[in-house]
């Protein structure tokens, strides 16, 4: 069985899997062998736009390996016979990077957008197109937009390949705080998966496939009190520290004897980016304590 995934052949003593073995395109003296490039980010495939959409008759596809130079996009826009290379048809999207799928492409309209995401990808060495897919795992983000943004500021997050368990990463970050004299041997028998997990959420700090990412300007080795809250947890007590303000802004406008416009908290930026027009006017009319449950209904 082994053999046969591997196409494996014996040359005297020697077992050589072949699997990985391509035979070398023999030149005919005529047509050039196709050379696939290098460090390609993307493969589109794109052609006409279908004349009918009731139409039977395939259309052509041609390669558009992105990123591309002016000319390369000159002869795929001449071959899909389209005078703009953003007027022409992506039927299938491939990427080197799983995070980006073809939900972030929604159109050609993007390929300029697109050509410039992928020649940073292909700028980048081995180790930080990991480390890139793992800041995209992290910050789960679904837009080209976004994932060109983390392009553009991977070097703002901390990347811990070889830490691929949280009860490494607890054991790793101990060892690296503890004093020099410390003998790191005491925590090898040490199972510590929860304390990783707690630590992980006070850093803010995400375990992926390609190993730890700190959240982005954090640092995945700095000193936290045991008792610091998740990350997480202090990002949706900010939220609703920001909803409770607007709510005494509105309170407060409600209150308010000044007709002149002179009260800050009669801005309409107090109150009505929170709230709908339709619950405002709803209230209008209410006691002011009926006003006041009406209005804080409306806001969460």
């Not at 005529?30 to 696939?36: A, D, M, Q, R, S």
Request: contains cysteine; aromatic residues 10%.
């Amino acid at each position: 069985m082994q053999q046969k995934n591997d196409n494996g052949v014996f040359e005297g003593r020697h077992y050589i899997p072949t699997v990985h073995y391509e035979l070398p395109v023999v030149y005919d003296g005529v047509t050039l062998p196709e050379e696939e490039p290098e460090n390609a980010a993307f493969l589109l495939k794109v052609g006409a736009y279908l004349k009918s959409a009731f139409s039977d008759e395939d259309p052509a596809l041609h390669d558009l390996c992105l990123p591309a130079d002016s000319d390369e996009l000159f002869n795929v826009t001449d071959k899909c016979g389209e005078p703009e290379i953003n007027l022409c048809f992506c039927y299938e999207f491939y990427s080197s990077i799983p995070q980006i799928t073809s939900d972030m492409f929604d159109s050609m309209e993007e390929i300029d957008e697109l050509n410039t995401f992928a020649q940073r990808i292909a700028a980048m060495s081995e180790s930080e197109q990991t480390k890139f897919k793992a800041v995209l795992n992290a910050e789960d983000t679904a837009t080209l937009k976004g994932a060109l943004d983390i392009a553009q500021n991977l070097c703002r997050y901390e990347f811990a390949a070889e830490l691929d368990t949280a009860d490494a990463f607890f054991k790793n970050y101990v060892a690296k705080n503890a004093d020099t004299r410390f003998d790191n041997r005491w925590l090898g028998g040490l199972f510590a998966r929860n304390e990783g997990e707690r630590l992980l959420g006070s850093l803010g700090a995400t375990l992926t496939d390609y190993g730890v990412v700190s959240a982005r300007n954090g640092q995945l080795f700095e000193s936290v009190p045991y008792d610091e809250p998740e990350a997480k947890e202090l990002k949706r007590q900010a939220m609703t520290e920001e909803k409770l303000d607007v709510i005494s802004r509105c309170f407060a406008a409600e209150r308010c004897s000044a007709t002149d416009g002179s009260c800050p908290n009669r801005s309409p930026k107090a109150c009505m980016p929170m709230t709908s027009a339709t619950a405002m006017t709803a209230t209008a009319s209410a006691p002011l304590s009926q006003r006041s449950e009406s209005t804080t209904a409306a806001l969460f």
